[in-house]
C-alpha cells in the first residue's frame, strides 16, 4: 500500500497531544475532520491505532509504532525536501550533528577553508537520539559518542574519554578525589541513555535533587558546571568511544571531506593528511560494545 503522508502527519500531531482537538488545533483543521483521516489510516493500515476516550486517546502497541516509524519517515520526508530546495538554488549545504559534550568547532574552520562554498549547519543531538538523524537525513555527518546502534552507519573510531561520576555536592562520597565502580554499589545511577529525561540539564537537575547520580563522559561535565554538583573520575570506568559517523549511502564530496577532515583534527593530524583521504568513503570499523 501507498502511505499517505498527510494522513501520518495528522497522525503524528494526534499521538503528540494525546488529544484531538489540541493536535487539530496545531494543523489548522476542524476536529472532525483530522478523526475521520484517523480512522481511514486505521482503515487502511488495517489495525487500530489508538484508543479513544471522551478526554483522551491513547496509543495501541501498533500506534506506538507507528509514531516511531513517522518520525523517522516525516524528518526524511522533510531533509529530502530541504536538500531539493537547496540543489534548484545552487546551495551547497552540510549539516554537522554533535553529542552533548563534543566540540566541532575546530573540524568546521578547517573545511570552511577548503571549502568557502559550502553552507555549514549544526544540529546539537539529544543524548537518547544519538545517530537517528544521520539515518533518516537531517544530518549529514556526526560526531557521536558510543553506545549507538550502528545499523546502516559507516563508523570511524577517533579516540575516546574517560566518565566522571556525577554526584550533588552534598552527597557522601563528594569529598573524595576519586571513586571505583564499587564505590558506587547501591546507588541509583541514572542510565545515560535512558529516556527518563529529555536533555542533559534535566539529569543533573534530577542528580542535584538527589533523585540519583550518573556516569557521564567528562567533556559533558565540564560543558554544564553549576556548584550544586561534583564530578569524581572513576578510575575503572569503560572509557566512551568518539567516533565520526555517515550513513552508508552517502557518497556526495562535501560530506566524504567533512568527515575526512574531522577525523583528521580529533586525532590531532596535521590536516594535510585528510588531504588523500578526502573524498573516500570511511572505512567502517567494528568497535566492542
Do not use: N
Not at 566540540?103 to 570552511?112: L, N, Q
Amino acid at each position: 500500500m501507498d502511505l499517505d503522508l498527510r494522513k501520518l502527519r495528522y497522525f503524528a500531531a494526534v499521538a503528540e497531544h494525546g488529544h484531538f482537538g489540541r493536535a487539530a488545533a496545531q494543523l489548522y483543521i476542524a476536529q472532525p475532520v483530522l478523526s475521520r483521516q484517523i480512522r481511514a489510516l486505521e482503515r487502511e493500515l488495517g489495525c487500530a491505532l489508538l484508543v479513544r476516550t471522551t478526554r483522551s486517546v491513547q496509543l495501541t502497541a501498533a500506534g506506538e509504532q507507528l509514531r516511531e516509524e513517522a518520525r523517522a519517515v516525516l524528518a526524511g520526508v522533510d531533509a529530502a525536501v530541504r536538500r531539493v530546495h537547496e540543489a534548484d538554488r545552487g546551495v551547497e549545504r552540510l549539516v554537522v550533528a554533535f553529542a552533548p559534550g563534543l566540540h566541532v568547532s575546530d573540524a568546521v574552520r578547517a573545511f570552511g577553508t577548503s571549502h568557502p562554498g559550502v553552507e555549514i549547519a549544526l544540529l546539537r543531538l539529544h543524548w537518547w537520539e544519538q545517530a537517528a538523524p544521520l539515518r533518516d537525513g537531517r544530518a549529514d555527518v556526526g560526531l557521536l559518542r558510543r553506545p549507538f546502534d550502528d545499523t546502516g552507519l559507516r563508523v570511524v573510531p577517533v579516540g575516546s574519554e574517560p566518565k566522571v561520576a556525577c554526584l550533588p555536592a552534598t552527597h557522601p562520597l563528594a569529598g573524595r578525589a576519586a571513586l571505583t565502580t564499587a564505590d558506587l554499589d547501591g546507588e541509583t545511577v541514572l542510565d545515560t541513555y535512558a529516556r527518563r529525561t529529555s536533555s542533559v540539564e534535566e539529569k543533573f537537575e534530577l542528580i542535584a535533587a538527589g533523585h540519583g547520580v550518573a556516569l557521564v563522559p567528562r567533556s559533558v561535565a565540564r560543558s554544564y558546571p553549576r556548584p550544586d554538583l561534583v564530578h569524581l573520575p572513576v578510575t575503572d570506568s569503560v572509557p566512551a568511544d568518539v567516533c565520526v559517523v555517515v550513513a552508508e549511502g552517502r557518497r556526495e564530496r562535501r560530506v566524504l571531506d567533512f568527515a575526512a577532515v574531522a577525523e583528521a583534527t580529533w586525532r590531532g593530524e596535521p590536516l594535510a593528511a585528510a588531504g588523500p583521504g578526502a573524498g573516500q568513503v570511511p572505512q567502517e570499523v567494528q568497535v566492542p560494545q
